[in-house]
């Protein structure tokens, strides 16, 4: 993990704690980091304006502000274990870490008693796998980095007859298909749509540029996906 990420990474934590506290150990130990470095990202964070305190003392730790964690939610033991199953079955799917921070940040936001009634929910559903299933590869963070603010890629991609080409795509949306997780992006190369299966990207660079924006309807995929389902939110 990267300083950047880590340092974004400290800040949901601390979001998923609020009000309670984290010690610099207990974020170091999460991380991977020694406490020094811990104490180092906490006061450039506090610099850059991220409102953290630190109450010392023997239990002291640091925390984030009220105004930044979310209220307190009314959710059920199964609503909660139901998004954790979503959670659990999206890891190779587009912000599956975003799935999981968002799920630590409800059950930080719950009253107790529904969350310890969603805890031991939990471990009453599994998820069964076999020992011979290939791991699922996860979405690179470039690619979702880039659908997220229209950034363009450069990317070396090995096409379905074995030749490897660099190219400057704008990334539209993240499809899924019969063959797994599909980029649609407009190909700078071709000057048309195309669609780019992420196992066969062998090496993506995430570029300063911003390109125009593109919907789905403007760019129809050429192969793999013949109908968007949509995700709803609602």
């Known amino acids: 993990m990267n300083r950047t990420d880590r340092l974004y990474a400290i800040v949901e934590e601390l979001r998923a704690v609020s009000p309670r506290l984290r010690t610099a150990r207990e974020l170091a130990a999460r991380h991977g980091v020694s406490v020094r470095t811990v104490e180092r990202d906490i006061s450039a964070l506090q610099q850059s304006g991220v409102p953290i305190y630190a109450d010392v003392g023997r239990r002291g730790g640091y925390a984030l502000e009220k105004s930044m964690s979310l209220p307190p939610l009314n959710f059920t033991a199964a609503e909660a274990v139901a998004l954790a199953v979503a959670v659990a079955r999206a890891d190779d799917g587009p912000f599956a870490a975003a799935g999981r ?17 969603a805890r031991q929910l939990a471990l009453r559903v599994r998820l069964l796998e076999s020992p011979e299933a290939v791991a699922p590869m996860p979405i690179p963070a470039e690619v ?50 195309r669609n780019f299966r992420l196992d066969r990207m062998k090496g993506i660079e995430l570029t300063e540029w911003t390109g125009p924006e593109r919907t789905i309807d403007m760019c129809r995929p050429d192969e793999a996906v013949h109908e968007v389902r949509m995700i709803s939110l609602g």
Not at 104 to 113: E, T
Not at 148 to 173: F, K, M, T
């Open 101 to 117: 921070s968002a799920l630590r940040k409800i059950l930080a936001a719950m009253s107790q008693q529904n969350a310890d009634a």
């Open 144 to 193: 979702e980095q880039a659908v997220v603010a229209r950034r363009v890629l450069r990317i070396e991609y090995l096409d379905g007859s074995g030749v490897l080409s660099e190219r400057e795509v704008e990334p539209v949306a993240l499809l899924h298909g019969t063959n797994g997780w599909y980029l649609l992006a407009w190909c700078r190369l071709r000057d048309e749509p």
